[in-house]
């Protein structure tokens, strides 16, 4: 079946823009994460939904960042005003449940110029 | 908060040689996951360890899980070209976090035909 998909794959932003990176978890999956990974690091957890919970946004590193999940299923993670420390890879994964295995997508690479 | 530290964050080896991976984490967990990144690539699931001492094997691939759950280890016979890559440990936090897995910053695996 379908995995996780991420658009766009690659996302070039001047500085002071606001960007909108989507995420489309895998059918039925009802956890959703927001994580980044910068060049050569781990991954940094940023959000987790659970189904019609509220989200657990503790990893976002500031206000200019949000995240929302429409339906239970589509994610779409925003950035204000975009910062060159904001460059990064922002990966979604899915996963049946939180003591589950996550799936990933294949990212979002995005760079502020 | 819980920290998962791995070691060593660089591995060279020639193709045939074996690897191994460490992965300790600062408090007890409930289960400790692995995850492969190919380069250019997003996190793969391997495996999931959940019972103290546990041991898994896949092919080549063999997984340890500690006796006191806060280490784990993945060692690599005859390593392959095909086995370049990150490899990620990555343990769920506890109590009312445990949905949210902490990664290592990885190993990463070179292999030298």
């Known amino acids: 079946g379908a995995g996780v998909s991420q658009s766009p794959s690659n996302k070039v932003t001047e500085k002071g823009k606001d960007v909108e990176l989507r995420c489309d978890p895998i059918?039925?999956?009802?956890?959703l994460y927001w994580y980044r990974q910068s060049l050569g690091q781990g991954l940094e957890f940023l959000i987790y939904f659970q189904g019609n919970s509220a989200p657990d946004k503790s990893g976002l590193p500031s206000d200019r960042f949000s995240a929302e999940r429409t339906g239970g299923s589509v994610s779409t993670l925003t950035i204000q005003r975009t910062q060159q420390e904001d460059s990064a890879v922002y990966l979604c994964?899915?996963?049946?449940?939180?003591?589950?295995?996550?799936?990933f997508g294949p990212g979002t690479r995005l760079t502020v110029t | 908060g819980q920290q998962v530290m791995q070691i060593p964050q660089y591995q060279h080896v020639q193709e045939g040689e074996d690897f191994t991976t460490y992965c300790n984490s600062s408090?007890?967990?409930?289960?400790i996951q692995w995850y492969k990144q190919r380069p250019g690539g997003h996190p793969v699931f391997l495996i999931q360890l959940v019972k103290s001492g546990e041991v898994k094997k896949q092919k080549r691939l063999t997984f340890q899980f500690g006796e006191a759950k806060k280490n784990s280890s993945l060692h690599i016979t005859a390593t392959q070209t095909t086995d370049v890559g990150t490899y990620f440990c990555?343990?769920?936090?506890?109590?009312?976090?445990?949905?949210?897995?902490?990664f290592g910053k990885g190993t990463l695996l070179t292999v030298n035909p």
């Open positions: 059918s039925g999956h009802t956890a």
């Open positions: 994964a899915s996963s049946r449940d939180y003591l589950y295995e996550q799936y």
């Open positions: 408090t007890t967990l409930s289960n």
């Open positions: 990555a343990g769920p936090g506890s109590g009312g976090s445990n949905y949210k897995l902490t």
